[in-house]
């Protein structure tokens, strides 16, 4: 069930002054924001926080997209009618998962960059794979220099890789050694102006195989460069991980809080994957994937301790996100709408 609120005055009237203009721009508007209400909405106030009352909980300018979530639009449509969409439903940035995904047509990386720029949308980072046997792969540990280069051209500040650390293996020492290649990422995008990030599933937050009380993500965070490495937590996966490695291989416990890591260092976390899930303990990732808004993670909860850290409220980008989502305008729509009608608690 929905946790939507009332449509969110503040997002009609950001919508508007993107060009939706005259009766095309509140239907749109109210087409947008009241499908993702529901009858449940007067219920979760609540929670929530009636619409338009107190701070939102979601930055200013700081909602972007994964657009792997949009691929099949991509690959249909091309980005342009995909970004128009995006515009519509008030996005403010993309992340990218590839710069063609299939899409419908040619398109170098300056119309790419100039295509969301128009429809203003900023690409703000994209995924690319940590390393492969090919020699000639798109990968950071092939083509190092090739990666850099288009990130830059597409005016991007962050470029990370979605892969895990287990290019040597499982041990405190293969994740060591992982670490210092990272490291070497992370020096060559700063030396470009841009920061490199590693986006975690849950299999991060696992033990190492030689040494049963280390947690595999706490070697990532200890061995690499806090000034070179960054973050990109995905929400999800995170509390995935929290179900699934909160007692060691001996059946101890374990117990971890993902916010709590970014509380300790948010400065590691400059991007968000914001992927919601309905909880379930028979599923051996102990979340069902779901629209955001639709599952159980309290992002009102988790998005409102980030921001209300002293100098960090713009500081962070929340990317929404879904693998395999039913409808994907509709979860970006829906998604859209749910962030932005959150409220802090008075």
């Known amino acids: 069930m929905s946790r939507m609120s009332q449509p969110d005055p503040e997002l009609t009237h950001r919508l508007s002054r993107r060009g939706m203009l005259g009766v095309a721009a509140g239907a749109t508007a109210a087409a947008l924001l009241g499908a993702a209400a529901s009858p449940a909405g007067a219920a979760t106030e609540a929670t929530t926080g009636a619409a338009g009352r107190g701070r939102p909980v979601l930055p200013p300018g700081r909602l972007g997209i994964q657009l792997y979530s949009l691929r099949d639009k991509v690959s ?20 990218f998962a590839g710069y063609t995904q299939g899409s419908a ?82 020096a060559a995008a700063k030396a470009r102006g841009m920061k490199f990030y590693q986006h975690n599933h849950s299999e991060e ?89 639709d599952g159980d993670i309290d992002y009102q909860r988790f998005i409102s301790a980030v921001t209300r850290l002293r100098g960090e409220r713009l500081a962070h980008h929340w990317q929404a996100e879904h693998d395999q989502p039913t409808e994907s305008f509709t979860f970006a729509r829906r998604s859209s709408a749910y962030l932005h009608s959150l409220r802090e608690k008075c």
């Open 76 to 95: 249909t449509l091309g980005f342009a009618p995909v970004f128009a969409e995006l515009e519509k439903y008030g996005y403010d940035e993309v992340e």
């Open 105 to 186: 047509g040619p398109i170098t990386l300056a119309q790419l960059k100039r295509l969301a720029r128009d429809h203003g949308l900023n690409p703000i980072g994209s995924h690319v794979g940590y390393y492969s046997d090919d020699p000639n792969a798109y990968t950071f540990a092939q083509n190092l220099t090739k990666v850099l280069d288009d990130a830059q051209a597409l005016g991007l500040k962050h470029i990370g890789t979605a892969s895990g650390p287990f290019r040597y293996g499982s041990t405190v020492d293969a994740w060591k050694r992982a670490a210092e290649e990272f490291n070497t990422y992370g």
């Open 205 to 293: 937050f696992s033990f190492a195989t030689d040494n049963p009380k280390v947690r595999l993500y706490d070697v990532l965070l200890a061995e690499t460069d806090p000034d070179l490495v960054f973050l990109e937590m995905d929400i999800f996966w995170a509390y995935s991980g929290q179900f699934r490695f909160s007692k060691r291989p001996d059946g101890s416990p374990a117990p971890f809080e993902p916010l709590d890591y970014v509380l300790k260092q948010p400065h590691r976390y400059p991007l968000f994957h914001v992927k919601d899930g309905v909880s379930d303990p028979a599923d051996t990732y102990g979340y069902r994937m779901t629209d955001v808004g």
